[in-house]
């Protein structure tokens, strides 16, 4: 199976291998504004199938460049009617508003279509905008 470099940030392409175990990974590079300076913004998307899960796990940045192309993941995964869908935000750096409205968007998607969305905890920036925003009210977690 190809595999894709991360740590490249650059474009990358769906990738699946054979077996139990199929996974899919996509890396994204976009520039965004921050500070008045532009600055590399990167997402990588790996997805994997584990006991009849769909887990998605996100490394990098969830932002104004990048959140659409996971909203678009999320949208595809949810109406090919995944029962249940993991995303992993323990690799996520950094989120923003766009982020967060990808992530709520998807779980109000998964709820109409009677899919469930969980997610795991993230790191403590990520965790205390989910924390300030009450978005932890309205996403479910593993935990």
């Given at each position: 199976?190809?595999?894709?470099?991360?740590?490249?940030?650059?474009?990358?392409?769906?990738?699946?291998?054979?077996?139990?175990?199929?996974?899919?990974?996509?890396?994204?590079?976009?520039?965004?504004?921050?500070?008045?300076?532009?600055?590399?913004?990167a997402l990588c998307i790996n997805a994997s199938t584990?006991?009849?899960?769909?887990?998605?796990?996100?490394?990098?940045?969830?932002?104004?460049?990048?959140?659409?192309?996971?909203?678009?993941?999320?949208?595809?995964?949810?109406?090919?009617?995944?029962?249940?869908?993991?995303?992993?935000?323990?690799?996520?750096?950094?989120?923003?508003?766009?982020?967060?409205?990808?992530?709520?968007?998807?779980?109000?998607?998964?709820?109409?279509?009677?899919?469930?969305?969980?997610?795991?905890?993230?790191?403590?920036?990520?965790?205390?905008?989910?924390?300030?925003t009450s978005c932890t009210a309205l996403l479910r977690?593993?935990?």
């Amino acid at each position: 199976m190809a595999e894709i470099d991360c740590e490249g940030r650059g474009r990358g392409r769906w990738t699946w291998g054979g077996g139990m175990r199929s996974r899919r990974q996509e890396c994204v590079s976009a520039t965004t504004r921050r500070g008045g300076e532009d600055a590399p913004a990167a997402l990588c998307i790996n997805a994997s199938t584990r006991g009849g899960a769909l887990w998605i796990a996100l490394h990098g940045e969830l932002d104004i460049a990048t959140a659409p192309v996971l909203a678009l993941q999320l949208k595809g995964a949810i109406a090919r009617r995944h029962t249940l869908i993991v995303l992993d935000l323990r690799g996520l750096e950094f989120i923003d508003s766009a982020g967060l409205h990808a992530l709520i968007d998807a779980g109000r998607r998964a709820r109409e279509t009677h899919s469930e969305l969980r997610l795991t905890r993230g790191s403590r920036s990520v965790e205390r905008l989910l924390s300030l925003t009450s978005c932890t009210a309205l996403l479910r977690f593993l935990d």
